[in-house]
């Protein structure tokens, strides 16, 4: 299956910086998707891409489609305590064939923001 | 609202006892799964199901079952928990088998003694 590299695994930053991480894949995807996870809840889906360079915003949070199809970004800019949870980035799981729907997902990045 | 719910949120049981989670969704979803989240381990697929009547397993199916009678109703059955099947377990589902935008419910965090 898909492997997928998430990084940094952990971030520690003070209310109002900027944050980036990033994830790579071993192929070539159509569709990144971003989630959030906070404490006792599921994942939510935060932003969706599907072309590559494609650039899209949800509020202060920035994605981008990698050109080379084979990585993805998430800027957050002005932290804010709300922003603390974990990242995941994911994708289908069968990249070169039929996912079913099936997602592969970064193993995480836990932020954390310092009022 | 549009959401996946899931019931109970919280359960502890003893090993052998049968418990059934319930999902449920109201987005007229045709695509739903379960999965399980462990530290290390990260989300693993347990099941899907494409529609009504149609379930596949996916990465860890062994020790569940599941069920797709109506199109908004998902349950994951444990005919005989195991300690090993201590976790926290995600509905999910999504339009379509086509569509990866999956939305998830809150979760149910279950503990087998």
């Known amino acids: 299956g898909q492997q997928l590299n998430q990084s940094p695994q952990s971030m520690f930053i003070q209310e109002g910086e900027d944050v980036s991480m990033n994830c790579t894949s071993s192929s070539i995807f159509n569709t990144w998707l971003w989630y959030k996870q906070e404490p006792g809840?599921?994942?939510?889906?935060?932003?969706?891409?599907?072309?590559?360079?494609?650039l899209t915003s949800n509020g202060r949070l920035t994605a981008q489609f990698?050109?080379?199809?084979k990585d993805s970004f998430l800027n957050i800019s002005a932290s804010i305590p709300s922003d603390v949870g974990i990242y995941f980035c994911a994708g289908p799981a069968n990249a070169g064939g039929t996912s079913y729907g099936k997602l592969t997902f970064g193993q995480g990045t836990i932020l954390t923001v310092h009022p | 609202?549009?959401?996946?719910?899931?019931?109970?949120?919280?359960?502890?049981?003893?090993?052998?006892?049968?418990?059934?989670?319930?999902?449920s969704q109201n987005m007229n979803h045709e695509y739903m799964s379960w999965y399980r989240q462990d530290p290390g381990l990260g989300l693993r697929q347990i099941y899907y199901s494409m529609n009504v009547e149609v379930t596949d397993k996916g990465d860890v199916p062994e020790g569940y079952k599941v069920s797709r009678k109506e199109k908004r109703n998902f349950p994951l059955i444990l005919e005989s928990p195991s300690p090993n099947q201590t976790s926290l377990y995600f509905c999910a589902s999504s339009q379509s088998?086509?569509?990866?935008?999956?939305y998830f419910g809150p979760g149910t965090r279950l503990t087998v003694t």
């Open chain 1, 66 to 69: 990698g050109i080379t199809r």
């Open chain 1, 41 to 54: 809840e599921g994942p939510v889906l935060l932003i969706a891409l599907y072309k590559a360079g494609e």
């Open chain 2, 97 to 102: 088998v086509y569509m990866l935008e999956q």
């Open chain 2, 1 to 23: 609202e549009a959401q996946v719910t899931q019931n109970p949120r919280y359960l502890i049981t003893v090993t052998g006892k049968k418990l059934t989670v319930t999902c």
